[in-house]
């Protein structure tokens, strides 16, 4: 099973419904919605034998935002004083540096107690959820084309079920461009899963239609990119490409303009 540790003062805010999320900056585990994790308690963090397994937790939902774009109220995640002690914290946790660029994941869980705490050795931490076929919704915006841009990305189960949602602001770039990226950014996202087999939903017709072989690539400042993306669709057993009217586009697209709208005023 997989688990989520946390010291002592926010377990027993997880035990009381104060804390419902947490932050993680490296995701070894790769935690998905829908897994089941085991909460351990480090009693005494330099004290593994005093570690205990306090219940486990549903995975609700998992956010990846940029550190700078956090908010310090309102998530249930641990507490921090300012965003200058959450990135001294990070920094001492995971030893790398932190600053407003920096991906962080926000996982959203609902904690269900065991009567009684069981040892740490009692439970198994090597079965994982494997998902090995995902839907992958993409989009990219400029403001202005070429102007301010950003790509975002939505996956999902097979069950629709969304796994993860992430995107980038790229600075200045076209409409067409920031398309590509968000296809690219997802599809490495899906490669370091574990992932074998990518459905991608996408708007735009000539990303589509291109990554098809419908249309050839003539501007040159695609082909860079589409080469790139293309290496990358080698690496899995199959991806399709299909393309979708906007509106059923509306969680990428949502994701490009959350970003777009925390950096350009």
Do not use: C
């Amino acid at each position: 099973m997989k688990t989520l540790k946390f010291n002592h003062i926010e377990a027993e805010n997880i035990r009381k419904g104060v804390q419902t999320a947490t932050l993680r900056m490296k995701d070894e585990k790769n935690l998905s919605v829908d897994d089941t994790v085991a909460v351990i308690d480090k009693v005494h963090e330099d004290n593994q034998a005093s570690w205990r397994v306090i219940g486990t937790a549903t995975i609700d939902q998992v956010h990846v935002r940029r550190a700078g774009d956090i908010q310090m109220e309102g998530e249930g995640f641990e507490q921090f004083g300012s965003t200058t002690e959450l990135y001294k914290q990070l920094e001492v946790f995971y030893g790398d540096p932190i600053d407003d660029a920096t991906h962080i994941k926000i996982v959203h869980f609902t904690f269900h107690p065991y009567d009684k705490s069981k040892l740490v050795e009692d439970i198994d931490d090597k079965k994982t959820t494997n998902i090995t076929e995902v839907k992958m919704f993409a989009d990219g915006g400029s403001r202005g084309n070429p102007g301010p841009s950003a790509s975002g990305y939505v996956l999902m189960d097979m069950h629709d079920t969304i796994l993860e949602t992430n995107g980038e602001y790229l600075n200045i770039t076209t409409n067409n461009q920031a398309e590509y990226h968000s296809l690219k950014l997802g599809l490495e996202r899906a490669r370091q899963m574990g992932v074998r087999k990518v459905h991608v939903f996408m708007d735009s017709l000539l990303v589509i239609n291109q990554m098809k072989g419908i249309f050839k690539v003539k501007n040159q400042e695609l082909r860079a990119v589409f080469a790139n993306v293309q290496s990358i669709v080698n690496d899995f057993e199959a991806v399709t490409f299909a393309h979708v009217p906007r509106e059923r586009n509306k969680l990428a697209d949502a994701e490009v303009n959350r970003i777009l709208d925390s950096v350009v005023s």
